[in-house]
């Protein structure tokens, strides 16, 4: 080894040894009290052990002695029990339930005293002669990796276990212990792959160590009690053990590869290469495998847990599940997708009532083939699901068809591949349809605790799908509501133009004769054409009047509404005080204060005065719409005005003021209503005026 080799590693050991010795005086700064738990004793030692440890390995690789050697191996196995010792303790704390189990399982511990027992007998070994220092130093290799995977373990099941509230305190000692044990199971498993420990990788070894100090000093500073609040759950002991599991059969793998390259001859070494990547292969593919994870899951529910299921898992990723999708099309395959995922079930489908209709049809389905079967809502399948709400075993009515009394399958369901459970969808007494999901990945006891499970999981994705359905028949009522109020107004203009060509039709028969007359009547058939053309296309396609909103002089629209009603015999008195241009469309315009003048005259005989009036108030136009006749009460102004189907007409829809007030909001204007029985109604109509700018500003400035 040449200088600077050797000048690295005192750096990096030296480094260690000295970081450990400050962890040590830090921690007995903390006073004697802090130092009588158990938990700061196992710290202390521990903090010791890692020192005396840096400094053997700094002696032993400088010296190349035997003794330092052996003391920094036998060092690094009583570091390793002191912190398993440590993490067990903390993971071995009981929860507030005395009943509960304790947040470690008993084989984990087992493991972890065999692996110190053992790295103990090997130092004894060849201390004593029966080891030869060869076989010493392979055998070390193996114990480093399986030490390094067993610490890694409890370090990944400590940060799982710990409660939201205490994560924050442990996190810089799993953090400091993840990297230590991390960086051990490359430098070992290197060594077990190439039959000797990477140089380099031993020699950064200590800086390693000194760089993971610092965040061991700050995870106790947090926990100086090391009391955290632990729960083991099964998502926890699936990791555990899926972790234990790979590691286990990568020292398998690696003794393998170790001895195929040692009788491997000059193939060896390429055999190994190509045996630890086939390995690593296999390892993602049962890793990745839907049956193996299932397989694990049912292995830990049914051994290590009183009950099968973490059910705040299991409703929290089903409600999850159920709400990721909005649309209703999308919501069936959820639906089954969550149920099938509490059994391992790879496929499904689900049969749902349609509105109007006494039968169920597959609506939805996932991994599973379209089937047309339809199950009416009187078959012996229905009314069992309804009576019973049972969840039904289709293995178990094969084998046992007794326990399921009144049942009777439908044809198309033998038809379905691999068909297992059907799960009814319960809302209340009524079902609302049912699941039906195929053969699970891994063989399932399906037991009241599934069925119970899958049951509630039914009633609420049940909730869910008529929420569903009934928000979705909402927005169809919406639609048709909408498409009726628009044809209300379209009626209420076609009664408009009926009205106004029966009159010609009445005066035709004296004035027919009349060129003027025929002239008129002519314009007056084409503008009642172009109208009924015009609200057809808004019928059919919803379109607004064309154009958008622009100047309107009032004072024409007056006048011709003037002039019309004069001649259908009625005299209408108009006071212009100015004239203003108002924001908006000349027809609908119109139309809204013709319909204003004719309600008037409706409410008023020959004899009563029937006037419009404008003027400007402000910056807005002012349009009164006024006459002496019958008026109306306050209650009705109140309550019924402006709204549809209410008029005080006996023929009226009360579309007209309806539509009238809804276009003088859309414009920005208002409608203000006097009216009083017996005396007559004022309806002023204040619009926003069309400003039209004749000079610049630049102008204006000047001027002033």
Request: charge should be neutral.
């Amino acid at each position: 080894m040449d200088v600077s080799d050797t000048s690295l590693i005192s750096w990096s050991f030296g480094l260690a040894a000295l970081g450990y010795m400050a962890l040590t005086v830090y921690l007995f700064s903390f006073g004697k009290e802090w130092r009588d738990s158990a938990r700061a004793k196992r710290v202390v030692v521990a903090s010791i052990i890692s020192a005396l440890w840096a400094a053997c390995t700094l002696l032993a690789m400088h010296g190349g002695k035997p003794l330092p050697t052996i003391a920094s191996a036998f060092l690094d196995v009583c570091r390793y029990g002191v912190w398993y010792a440590f993490l067990l303790s903390i993971l071995s704390q009981q929860q507030a339930d005395p009943h509960a189990k304790p947040a470690v399982s008993p084989w984990l511990q087992q493991l972890c005293w065999l692996l110190v027992a053992t790295g103990l007998g090997l130092q004894f070994g060849l201390l004593g002669g029966w080891i030869k220092p060869d076989e010493w130093q392979r055998a070390m290799v193996f114990q480093g990796l399986a030490e390094a995977v067993a610490g890694l373990i409890l370090v990944e099941q400590l940060f799982r276990t710990v409660a939201e509230d205490s994560r924050w305190n442990v996190k810089p000692l799993c953090l400091a212990l993840l990297f230590q044990f991390g960086f051990d199971i490359y430098l070992f498993s290197d060594g077990v792959m190439f039959n000797h420990l990477d140089g380099d990788a031993i020699t950064v070894r200590g800086f390693v160590h000194a760089t993971t100090i610092p965040l061991l000093m700050l995870s106790t500073e947090r926990s100086r009690d090391w009391t955290s609040k632990i729960r083991i759950s099964q998502k926890v002991a699936f990791h555990s053990f899926t972790l234990l599991a790979s590691g286990i059969y990568l020292l398998f793998m690696a003794g393998v590869g170790y001895y195929v390259r040692y009788f491997g001859g000059e193939w060896g070494r390429a055999l190994q290469l190509a045996l630890v990547f086939a390995a690593m292969l296999g390892l993602g593919v049962l890793l990745v495998s839907g049956s193996i994870r299932a397989k694990i899951k049912v292995l830990v529910g049914k051994h290590f847990f009183h009950y099968r299921y973490d059910y705040r898992e299991e409703w929290l990723r089903f409600t999850q599940t159920l709400t990721t999708q909005d649309s209703p099309q999308l919501m069936g395959e959820q639906v089954v997708r969550g149920l099938a995922n509490m059994v391992e079930s790879p496929a499904g489908a689900l049969w749902l009532r349609e509105a109007g209709r006494d039968a169920y049809r597959q609506t939805a389905r996932w991994n599973h083939p379209e089937s047309a079967g339809i199950e009416s809502l009187e078959s012996p399948l229905c009314k069992f699901l309804m009576d019973s709400g049972w969840v039904i075993n289709l293995e178990e009515y094969r084998c046992f068809p007794g326990r399921y009394s009144g049942l009777d399958l439908p044809e198309w369901l033998s038809g379905l591949p691999n068909a297992w459970l059907i799960v009814p969808l319960m809302v209340g007494q009524e079902m609302h349809g049912f699941v039906i999901l195929a053969s699970s990945r891994t063989p399932i006891n399906v037991n009241w605790e599934v069925n119970d499970l899958l049951r509630t999981a039914g009633c609420q994705a049940a909730s869910f799908l008529a929420k569903m359905q009934a928000t979705e028949a909402l927005l169809e009522v919406r639609k048709f509501d909408a498409f009726n109020k628009m044809s209300a107004f379209v009626v209420h203009d076609l009664k408009n133009i009926v009205t106004q060509l029966s009159l010609m039709l009445k005066n035709a028969e004296r004035h027919r004769d009349n060129p003027e007359f025929q002239q008129d009547m002519l314009m007056t058939v084409d503008h009642a054409v172009e109208r009924m053309r015009q609200l057809m296309l808004q019928l059919r396609e919803g379109a607004k009047p064309p154009g958008g909103i622009c100047g309107v002089n009032l004072s024409e629209i007056v006048h011709r509404i003037q002039k019309d009603k004069e001649k259908q015999g009625r005299t209408i008195e108009v006071a212009i005080s100015e004239t203003l241009v108002a924001r908006g469309h000349d027809e609908r315009l119109e139309r809204v204060l013709g319909h204003l003048v004719q309600n008037a005259l409706d409410a008023s005989t020959p004899k009563n005065r029937v006037w419009v009036e404008i003027e400007r108030k402000n910056d807005k136009a002012a349009i009164e719409v006024g006459d002496t006749g019958h008026g109306m009460s306050p209650e009705f102004v109140r309550d019924r005005l402006f709204k549809p189907f209410q008029s005080t007409k006996e023929a009226g829809m009360g579309i007209g003021a309806y539509e009238s007030a809804q276009y003088i909001r859309e414009l920005g204007g208002e409608m203000q209503v006097d009216s009083k029985p017996g005396q007559g109604t004022r309806i002023t109509v204040l619009l926003p005026l069309f400003v039209i700018r004749t000079e610049s500003d630049l102008i204006e400035r000047e001027a002033a």
